[in-house]
């Protein structure tokens, strides 16, 4: 398994579970001393990134991209994949669309996860899925011509309704045409939904293409903290990922506290202890 950290480009996620938030240089020089493998990006759309200046930085300092995230689309537009407005569904798949591109010039995937949106007033269960059934073929597909897998992240039941564990979006995304759409297991919506982490990953097998690696402390006045600054039984997880033979990426999607430096650092810390 590998180590990655998320660098958020977008201002209005600045309150968002990423460690960074100060732009992509001064971010991959402490990610690179450090001792990371990988940088997960968060940006406001795909053409935000100078793609010569990434590369540039990537090479540099010895890193890849482990992700591209699409939040933004949401966090700006409030565009889903299961808004009831068809224009709106169409700016929501063309924007993730773009996103895949870019990502996919970097060896890549996109993550969709807020962008799934969720079924709510006049639009029904069955018809919220038949959408992203619809769009999740449609992207998965275009992610394959780029030779990645689209993530798909379940997310806990305060941020959508559609697929809050790991056994439902696997039988879900098994029932799709495409094969190429995995699922993204992130442990901070796992210590909400899951009542076994073992079971839950086993049961996604071969569909998890990436893993978030958070921790959650209700104690504390911030959750979905580094890994280390919690509660969460970390270790059963990556034993069953080391059992399905996973090897991407473990990144740390959490909040920056107390501090950016010390939430990264207690990152790969804690990468080390679990992992080696």
């Not at 689209?150 to 559609?162: A, I, K, P, S």
Request: proline share 5%; with cysteine; hydrophobic share 45%.
């Amino acid at each position: 398994m590998k180590s990655a950290i998320t660098i958020s480009l977008t201002p209005q996620a600045r309150s968002g579970p990423f460690v960074f938030h100060d732009g992509l240089a001064d971010a991959c020089i402490a990610i690179e001393k450090l001792g990371f493998d990988a940088i997960e990006i968060f940006p406001p759309a795909a053409n935000a990134i100078d793609t010569a200046e990434l590369q540039g930085l990537l090479d540099h300092h010895h890193l890849a991209v482990a992700a591209i995230g699409t939040g933004a689309g949401m966090v700006i537009h409030k565009w889903s994949l299961t808004h009831p407005d068809p224009a709106i569904r169409h700016e929501a798949r063309e924007f993730i669309r773009a996103i895949i591109d870019t990502a996919g010039g970097f060896s890549a995937p996109a993550i969709i996860g807020s962008m799934q949106g969720k079924y709510e007033g006049d639009v029904t269960r069955e018809q919220a899925l038949a959408w992203l059934a619809e769009a999740l073929e449609d992207l998965g597909e275009h992610a394959a011509s780029h030779g990645q897998p689209l993530l798909y992240e379940f997310l806990n039941r305060y941020e959508t309704n559609l697929f809050n564990r790991i056994e439902p979006t696997a039988k879900f995304l098994r029932g799709l045409k495409t094969k190429n759409v995995k699922i993204l297991a992130d442990l901070f919506h796992m210590n909400i939904e899951e009542a076994d982490f073992e079971e839950a990953i086993e049961a996604g097998g071969d569909l998890i293409g990436h893993v978030h690696f958070a921790d959650s402390n209700r104690q504390a006045d911030s959750n979905r903290q580094a890994v280390g600054f919690g509660h969460t039984m970390i270790a059963p997880a990556i034993a069953a990922l080391r059992r399905i033979g996973y090897q991407g990426y473990l990144s740390a999607e959490v909040l920056p506290l107390p501090f950016p430096l010390i939430a990264a650092e207690q990152t790969i810390t804690s990468f080390h202890h679990y992992v080696g």
